[in-house]
């Protein structure tokens, strides 16, 4: 069984440049999340869809983020231009009910 | 404002012995809590869950405890083993919606 697949696992960019962020939640589930990791806040929730529509977005911080669900199988998070203060682990979940599924995260470095 | 906390970012337990971590939330909507498990360049994993019905529940060495009274939970591991050093993270969500908010996290070092 496949779990949440996040792609890049790595990303180092340079300030200004954009960044996408993808994810492919586990089939089946009709919930996905968008959490990043710092040091100074732990997970923080930016946005989760249910069914593909964006229910909260509260927790985005800025303009700069952009996150799109275009079907069930398939998601993005987009900084853009990204600036330094944005380096963190960013993790995509799922869910069906209850128990979220974390993916192994995506390093982004901004220099 | 943080409705999750976990006040200590680190514990240090020696093998064998008890590991306690501790979480309070805000929110008296919350009646749904979970642990998950993290370690180093991974994602967190599952570990535990209650209920805001039960006050306790068991899942070999680990047992979570719920005080609703209090707005505490805490995560028992008995006996401790150093596999078990990991970030540990407390979440909470109200079952009726699907915000899962979490704490800051607590880093556990089981020491040999």
């Known amino acids: 069984d496949a779990g949440v697949i996040q792609s890049p696992r790595h990303e180092v960019t340079e300030m200004g440049q954009e960044v996408t962020l993808r994810c492919k939640p586990i089939?089946?589930?009709?919930?996905l999340f968008w959490y990043r990791q710092t040091m100074m806040r732990g997970l923080e929730l930016l946005i989760y869809?249910?069914?593909?529509?964006?229910?909260?977005d509260s927790g985005m911080p800025e303009d700069r983020f952009s996150a799109k669900m275009p079907n069930a199988s398939f998601s993005t998070l987009k900084i853009q231009p990204s600036e330094p203060r944005d380096s963190a682990v960013y993790f995509c979940a799922s869910s069906l009910s209850g128990e979220l599924f974390f993916g192994e995260g995506s390093r982004l470095t901004v220099l | 404002d943080q409705q999750v906390k976990q006040n200590s970012p680190s514990l240090s337990v020696q093998e064998g012995r008890i590991s306690i971590l501790n979480c309070d939330y805000t929110n008296s909507m919350f009646d749904y809590f979970l642990w998950y498990k993290k370690y180093p360049a991974e994602g967190p994993t599952f570990l535990i869950s209650i209920s805001s019905i039960k006050d306790k529940n068991e899942d070999g060495r680990f047992t979570v405890f719920l005080n609703k009274s209090a707005k505490h939970l805490s995560l028992h591991i008995v006996p401790s083993q150093p596999g078990d050093s990991a970030v540990y993270f407390c979440a909470a969500t109200a079952r009726n919606g699907q915000n899962f908010v979490f704490g800051p996290g607590t880093r556990l070092s089981v020491l040999p």
């Open positions: 869809f249910n069914n593909n529509v964006p229910i909260d």
């Open positions: 089939s089946g589930h009709d919930y």
